[in-house]
Nanobody, 130 residues
């Protein structure tokens, strides 16, 4: 059974950087594509970034391009989300998700079908405030 666990959240001031980790258990982290999402208070969950192990390609939504970087470490069975130049509007619960079905980054991530992804972590809170 695949399980995901996010860690690395916390409080920081605007302009700071933070690296979130998505620990994968049950399969190797390069078995399935993995995506990061976030949900701010009172708002819908939104996709952020997706990494596909088959071709090592990364996909980002426009709002985080150039600030967020998704990467994987097979040896640690972990996928990371490096977040730079953080802003107060980045305050949210951050989640990673995966699915055994193909097309996570090319279909589910780019459509609202990501709502139906099989496996989600419990989330980690990031607060950006001065």
């Amino acid at each position: 059974q695949v399980q995901l666990r996010e860690t690395g959240g916390g409080w920081l001031q605007p302009g700071g950087s933070l690296r979130l980790s998505c620990g994968v258990s049950g399969v190797t982290s390069d078995s399935y594509a993995i995506a990061w999402f976030r949900q701010a208070p009172g708002k819908e969950r939104e996709p952020l970034a997706c990494i596909s192990p088959s071709d090592n390609r990364s996909t980002y939504v426009d709002s985080v391009k150039g600030r967020f970087t998704i990467s994987g470490d097979k040896a640690k069975n972990t996928v990371y989300l490096q977040m730079d130049n953080l802003k107060p509007e980045d305050t949210a619960d951050y989640y990673c998700a995966t699915d055994s079905k193909p097309g996570l980054c090319t279909y589910y991530f780019v459509t609202r079908a990501w709502r139906y992804l099989e496996v989600w972590g419990q989330g980690t809170l990031v607060t950006v405030s001065s």
